[in-house]
Nanobody, 122 residues
Framework: QVQLVESGRGLVQAGGSLRLLCAATGSFFSINTMGWYRQAPGKQRVLVAASTSGGRTSYADSVKGRFTISRDNAKKSLLLEMNSLIPSDTAVYYC????????????????WGQGTQVTVAS
């Protein structure tokens, strides 16, 4: 089984910064893409940023230039650095692992973290 453990939830003032960390644990031997999604109240879950095992990154237009995603394959972790936060960044942020190959079964799987709350006050 694979678990994604998130940390770094918080309440910050607009213009502030926050870091979210996701650590993958369990019996797996590779993850293709890791990413952060967010879901605001009454809205759908949307992609914020993602990083492939090959080092490619992608960002939602709304966070480009403010958020930075970085991945440590050796430590099996994913970091999201959020700067210049604005109230519309308020949401529950979820870590995602896609294309996960596990030791116990063939194929590729998708896993989600439990979510962590980020609140930006105006």
């Amino acid at each position: 089984q694979v678990q994604l453990v998130e940390s770094g939830r918080g309440l910050v003032q607009a213009g502030g910064s926050l870091r979210l960390l996701c650590a993958a644990t369990g019996s797996f031997f590779s993850i293709n893409t890791m990413g952060w999604y967010r879901q605001a109240p009454g809205k759908q879950r949307v992609l914020v940023a993602a990083s492939t095992s090959g080092g490619r990154t992608s960002y939602a237009d709304s966070v480009k230039g403010r958020f930075t995603i970085s991945r440590d394959n050796a430590k099996k972790s994913l970091l999201l650095e959020m700067n210049s936060l604005i109230p519309s960044d308020t949401a529950v942020y979820y870590c995602n692992a896609d294309g996960v190959r596990v030791n116990e079964a063939p194929g590729e799987y998708v896993y989600w973290g439990q979510g962590t709350q980020v609140t930006v006050a105006s």
